[in-house]
């Protein structure tokens, strides 16, 4: 981000998932804006690698989000607004993927695809947006994915978890607006994380080079994506809400 600079300083934001990928180069960009960032996720090694860089902006908290109840958050949000006052705002990146052909699925893993992407966003914003936390204006990011645009084949589970993400900010949108608070999905393609590299070993077809000729741009990495994020949060976003905002390398645009 050299043409822009965001300026955080004495905001707070949590993000969720912050220990990897997108999540964790998003904490990293907040703090290096000057944010304080509660960074959340289950891996305390990786958290606190996280941490490393910015011992005094970013705390860590682990949390599993298939576990984590109200008053989980309510603890954990508590905690953060006691020392630094009111959240600015959240991002929920956690999300895991996996192979769910209708033939012969995994009941089990189907359910965890959908409450880490989907229940376990759900129970974050409704801890966030209450009155006690969030202060006035609060920007809420959450994870979509293009399979929510166009059906990852053989992956039912994470295509409905990402179009239920989809629904539940337009929803939300038009309940939160009360407080001013705001929020917005944003829809990656293919970015360079471990959550990729983990999809492609088990998945010969999304290693075909036709899948990759879609991304005119080329394949992303995180920066690529904490960019848009970080626009979101901020002030200079303060008239979007309930929209989603493709971050692909303008892979559904199609090629022909
Ligand atoms: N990479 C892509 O190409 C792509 C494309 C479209 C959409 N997305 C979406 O973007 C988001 C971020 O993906 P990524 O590629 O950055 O993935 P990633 O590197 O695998 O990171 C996922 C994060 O989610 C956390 N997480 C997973 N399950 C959790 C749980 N039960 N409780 C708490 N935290 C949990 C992980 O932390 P711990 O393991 O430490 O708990 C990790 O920090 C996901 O929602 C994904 O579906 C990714």
Redesign the pocket.
């Known amino acids: 981000m050299k043409d822009v600079k965001f300026q955080f300083e004495n905001k707070n934001f949590v993000v ?9 180069h998003i904490t990293l960009d907040l703090a290096r804006a000057g944010a304080h960032v509660l960074a ?4 305390e090694e ?2 606190q690698e996280v941490q490393k860089s910015f011992p005094d902006l970013i705390e860590v908290q682990t ?6 109840g109200p008053e989980d958050w309510d603890r954990v949000l508590g905690e953060f607004v006691e020392k630094h006052g009111k959240v600015n705002g959240g991002v ?6 996996g192979m769910t052909a209708l033939r012969m699925y995994d009941d089990d893993l189907a359910h965890r695809i959908l409450d ?2 989907f229940w ?1 966003m759900v129970r974050f914003i409704q801890g966030m947006a209450k009155k006690k936390y969030a202060a006035k204006g609060s920007s809420y990011v959450v ?5 929510a645009h166009y059906g990852n084949r053989g992956q039912f589970a ?1 295509t409905a978890a ?1 179009g239920a993400v989809l629904s539940f900010v337009r929803a939300t949108a038009k309940e939160i607006c009360r407080s001013q608070h705001r929020i917005n999905s ?11 590299q ?1 999809a492609a070993k088990v998945d010969s077809i999304i290693q075909t080079e036709h899948v990759f000729q879609r991304y005119i741009l080329g394949t ?1 990495q ?1 920066e690529d994506v904490s960019g848009a994020v970080l626009f979101l949060l901020s002030d200079a976003a303060r008239w979007i809400t309930g929209t989603d905002l493709l971050v692909d390398g303008g892979s559904l645009l199609g090629t022909d």
């Open positions: 969720v998932g912050a220990s990897s990928g997108m999540g964790r959340v996720a289950r891996n990786r958290l949390l599993d989000v298939l576990e984590a929920y990146t956690a999300g895991i993927t880490t992407s376990g994870f979509a994915s293009t399979a994470y990402k944003i829809s990656p393609g293919w970015v360079e994380t471990n959550m990729t983990e992303g995180p």
